[in-house]
């Protein structure tokens, strides 16, 4: 976000106030010392004040509000750190399928809730792919992201990726392999999906079918998307691999180890 005031009151005491896409504000309260200045541009993560005990406080503390539209939302339920809302993209047989069911295993194994929308373009090898997968420690309401909230998006072509951009977040990071998928006549240019993925400040990109056939297995370039994704999920990577086995297990144990490699 970026912040739109500081200064201090007499209640509050040296305080920060933080615009946010979609109508939210947060404020931050009682601080010692602030460590940003109005017009700032700030990211999740980063220190913007020290704790303290100005205003009208009892004991050092942080006071902290969410409104939206001005109007107070109950902050419990935006400090859900285990909360990850991810797009899986591609084109038919590049295995986005399969990359959601590992996720989603890892996820129900670590006793998650999840939620996943239905896949789009499967009717056509080689059509538009797309999946909303969502897991949280709390209740999901519903199965599909909104615009602008997406934390990461995994694709498994390049086009694709840059074609979900409007619903990733501000911070969010986007994953992709960098080998196109031509099957329409005016396919950009490599240069220009270049150019685009590098605007990108949060980004991961690999020729995952280069990756995979080294390891020896090119249809396991899925597999390598989601190792990419690993560090970035917060999930316990032998759930991630319990997932693999029990995806691949019926094509017996050379293509499991492939798939895990």
């Known amino acids: 976000g970026v912040v739109a005031k500081t200064g201090k009151k007499k209640l509050l005491g040296r305080y920060i106030q933080i615009s946010h896409k979609f109508g939210y504000t947060t404020k931050y309260g009682h601080l010692n010392k602030i460590l940003v200045k109005k017009g700032d541009k700030v990211h999740r993560g980063q220190i913007i004040a020290e704790m303290g005990n100005t205003g009208r406080s009892t004991g050092p503390h942080l006071h902290y509000e969410v409104l939206r539209y001005n109007k107070n939302r109950n ?8 909360k990850k809302d991810i797009i899986l993209a591609g084109v038919g047989g590049q295995g986005i399928l399969s990359i959601a069911t590992i996720i989603g295993y890892a996820v129900v194994e670590s006793g998650l809730y999840l939620k996943q929308a239905e896949v789009h ?27 602008g909230e997406a934390d990461i998006i995994i694709s498994v072509e390049p086009m694709e990726a840059l074609r979900y951009l409007p619903f990733l977040s501000e911070d969010g990071w986007v994953i992709t392999n960098t080998n196109p998928y031509i099957n329409i006549p005016d396919y950009p240019t490599e240069d220009q999906l270049k150019a685009e993925l590098e605007k ?27 190792g990419a994704t690993s560090p970035f999920l917060g999930l316990p990577v032998e759930k991630l691999e319990e997932g693999i086995k029990a995806v691949f297990s019926r094509k017996g144990e050379a293509v499991v180890e492939l798939n895990l490699k």
């Open 200 to 226: 990108l400040p949060n980004k991961i990109a690999l020729n995952a079918d280069d990756v995979a056939k080294e390891a020896g297995n090119v249809r396991a370039m899925n597999m390598v998307m989601l």
């Open 75 to 82: 902050p419990y339920y935006y400090l859900n750190k285990t």
């Open 121 to 147: 373009g499967m009717s056509q090898r080689g059509g538009d792919v797309q999946s909303n997968l969502r897991f949280s420690d709390k209740p999901i309401n519903s199965d599909l992201i909104p615009n």
